[in-house]
């Protein structure tokens, strides 16, 4: 007994030419049909996973470059960073030292009185003036300055022979608030880094 099968694609090259086969042989053509199959199915994972590994060596060979290159950036760069860091900081305190001399020159250039009369406005602006016991400042100073304020803040003003002629110290109720123009400098020049200019 014999029957005639038809077949397409790569199994079909098991039959030769004619397309008859016997019937006690149509297991082992469909044996063989089968393990194309499965060798194609095989062949199709091997070269997925193929695939999969050239993209994940790809991957680590770039993530091993970016690794070698960030470590190289570090360790080359290190210095220059904090060499950088260095000069931006000198640079801060030059220029703060210089702006600092350029307050001096044109603080030194007012008259003392004025200087002194302005060092009491600001120290007052924090504070209210039924507050304030008395302003001290250098005897030398005293009728000048009091010329320079109104007449309120005048009255409060008082003459102490221990201060020097850019000292002022403001007693409160609250305590006592020293605005002497040195000591308004040396907060300058924290504030700036100019420390060393001091």
């Not at 089968?34 to 060596?57: P, S, V, W």
């Not at 600001?122 to 100073?141: H, K, M, N, R």
């Amino acid at each position: 007994m014999s029957y005639r099968l038809f077949t397409t694609g790569k199994a079909s090259a098991l039959f030769g030419e004619s397309r008859v086969i016997q019937a006690n042989e149509a297991q082992a053509f469909a044996d063989a049909a089968q393990l194309l199959a499965h060798a194609a199915a095989t062949f199709a994972d091997a070269e997925e996973a193929r695939e999969k590994a050239i993209l994940e060596g790809r991957q680590e060979g770039r993530d091993a470059v970016l690794a070698e290159r960030d470590a190289f950036v570090s360790e080359r760069l290190a210095n220059v960073i904090a060499d950088l860091e260095k000069s931006q900081a000198k640079v801060r305190q030059d220029i703060g030292a210089l702006a600092l001399e350029a307050l001096r020159h044109i603080v030194g250039e007012l008259p003392q009185e004025i200087a002194v009369a302005g060092l009491i406005e600001q120290a007052l602006a924090q504070l209210a003036i039924e507050t304030i016991d008395c302003i001290a400042i250098a005897p030398s100073l005293a009728t000048p300055v009091t010329e320079k304020l109104d007449e309120e803040l005048a009255a409060l003003v008082s003459p102490d022979p221990e201060l020097g002629p850019s000292d002022c110290v403001i007693y409160a109720k609250s305590g006592r608030v020293i605005a002497s123009l040195d000591l308004q400098l040396e907060r300058l020049a924290e504030r700036w880094e100019a420390l060393g200019s001091a």
